[in-house]
């Protein structure tokens, strides 16, 4: 599968579950496409690309960079299906506020166990926990 047939298939749906993506669809060069999802309150931006024909979803570190991220691969998807689900999967439990969000205001927004950050902490380093809902 080519890239542009690779990125029409997950976009398409992604969409389709979430019909609120739409708007938020950035078309690039080579048939990649990416999905910039603000947070209700603008503080943190869900990001999908579908660049090297995988699926990656993470935060946005600013307009044009990933910050922490996962490819839908290292999940053990290897299939446009099995990637496309899941990318679903995973944006559900994100936006479904069913993971907890890590704040840091060094390293930015990621996703993990607070506690294991937390060992890693740096001197002034500030870490908070939260959800999507209420970002």
């Known amino acids: 599968m ?60 600013n307009e044009n960079q990933f910050g922490f991220h996962l490819h839908m691969s290292q999940l053990g998807a290897s299939t446009p299906d099995e990637r496309l689900n899941e990318a679903i999967n995973f944006i559900d439990d994100i936006i479904g506020d069913k993971e907890t969000i890590i704040y840091s205001n060094i390293d930015g927004y990621m996703l993990g166990d607070i506690d294991e950050i937390r060992k890693y902490q740096q001197p002034d380093e500030l870490i908070a926990a939260t959800v999507w809902s209420k970002l």
């Open 2 to 61: 080519e890239q542009k047939e690779f990125s029409d298939y997950i976009i398409s749906g992604l969409i389709r579950r979430y019909p609120q993506f739409e708007n938020c669809c950035k078309f690039k060069s080579h048939g990649i496409i990416d999905i910039e999802y603000k947070s209700k309150q603008g503080l943190v931006t869900l990001r999908v690309t579908t660049q090297d024909r995988e699926v990656t979803i993470g935060f946005s570190a």
